[in-house]
């Protein structure tokens, strides 16, 4: 139905008017839950109307529950991101996670999925460019929420130039578990783009370049901005690239 469709887009409009309002704020822990749950109901809802219950699913059972188990694992033993806690701003805890993180991990991987539909015909790299654009989110995502005290690393050596207070490991722990969603995502045959994908596409480039600009202009973190810009356009700019032919 024609009305489905723009569920999305108004969705993602809701997103954006909740993201330009965050470095507004004082007490950012409620625009952060929100802006959340606004991603995840953006990222599923597209899913459904496109992709059908399967998609939903693959997107749910492996990017939200497997988020919820993996970052479980983490807080338990350190493996595969490195030993941290997460303070008690972000809401309820199972755990010792908050139920809002894996919501997190369900909003961005759908559109960095998409996104390297869009991009390559081959299921290999659009695995792994999926897998790479969606860490390379981590970049601006870890910063910025130590940076508010919604978690801290216990032992954040070794860390890259700038970014102090995270260890590598966090980030090759997400690659690694970005490699398994999108590997899942890959397994259904009907894998090809379609016109109805923009609201994705635009999440996505509007993601990198806000992030961007936020963390160098509004929140002071200019080397989050620097990392997280540089690598993650290498996911980006070949779907701008696509999309401009």
Not at 36 to 48: E, P, R
């Amino acid at each position: 139905m024609p009305a489905l469709r723009t569920i999305p887009w108004v969705l993602l409009g809701s997103l954006i008017l909740a993201q330009i309002c965050y470095p507004l704020l004082t007490d950012r822990a409620a625009i952060t839950m929100a802006t959340v749950v606004i991603g995840v109901l953006l990222s599923v809802s597209h899913a459904l109307i496109t992709r059908g219950r399967w998609a939903v699913v693959a997107l749910v059972g492996t990017a939200g529950v497997g988020g919820f188990l993996v970052e479980a694992v983490g807080v338990a033993t350190g493996f595969p991101f490195g030993t941290y806690d997460y303070s008690g701003e972000l809401g309820p805890k199972v755990l010792g996670v908050p139920l809002i993180i894996p919501l997190a991990w369900t909003w961005m991987a759908w559109p960095a999925w998409l996104a390297a539909v869009r991009v390559t015909g081959s299921r290999l790299k659009r695995i792994a460019l999926a897998a790479f654009g969606l860490a390379c989110w981590d970049l601006f995502l870890d910063p910025q929420m130590v940076a508010e005290g919604y978690w801290s690393w216990h032992d954040p050596v070794p860390a890259l130039p700038g970014l102090d207070g995270i260890p590598i490991s966090n980030y090759l722990g997400w690659l690694g578990f970005a490699v398994l969603i999108m590997t899942v995502l890959s397994l259904k045959k009907d894998q090809e783009p379609r016109t109805d994908d923009q609201p994705m596409y635009a999440l996505w480039i509007w993601t990198y370049a806000s992030s961007v600009l936020a963390h160098l202009v509004f929140l002071d973190l200019p080397a989050s901005a620097a990392w997280g810009g540089i690598t993650m356009s290498a996911a980006v700019l070949p779907l701008v690239l696509k999309l401009r032919k």
